[in-house]
Nanobody, 114 residues
Framework: QVRLVESGGGLVQPGESLRLSCVVA????????MAWYRQAPGKERELVAS???????SYADSVKGRFTIYRDNFRNWIYLQMNSLKPEDTAVYYC????????WGQGTQVTVSS
């Protein structure tokens, strides 16, 4: 059974950076279409960044140019590099496939505040 474990969140000031990590435990092969989502208080979960194929990526307009999704193919880890963070990026961040195949992990809280 695949288990998703996110980490790397924290409290940062606007303009700072964070790198989130996602361990895809229990998978015996690379999952090409992994993605990052986020859910802010009172809002629905939204897709932030995803692999659309083994090498192509897609981003929500709100994070384009600031966030980068990448992977460690050997360890089946997925990362989200977040630069120039804004208060509106505050949310719990989750990883999953682009279609939400697996049970959701606990997520990692990102808070951007001065």
């Amino acid at each position: 059974q695949v288990r998703l474990v996110e980490s790397g969140g924290g409290l940062v000031q606007p303009g700072e950076s964070l790198r989130l990590s996602c361990v895809v435990a229990g998978s015996f092969g690379r999952i090409d279409t992994m993605a990052w989502y986020r859910q802010a208080p009172g809002k629905e979960r939204e897709l932030v960044a995803s692999f659309t194929s083994s090498s192509s990526t897609s981003y929500a307009d709100s994070v384009k140019g600031r966030f980068t999704i990448y992977r460690d193919n050997f360890r089946n880890w997925i990362y989200l590099q977040m630069n120039s963070l804004k208060p509106e990026d505050t949310a719990v961040y989750y990883c999953n496939t682009a279609t939400g195949t697996y049970n959701w992990g606990q997520g990692t809280q990102v808070t951007v505040s001065s």
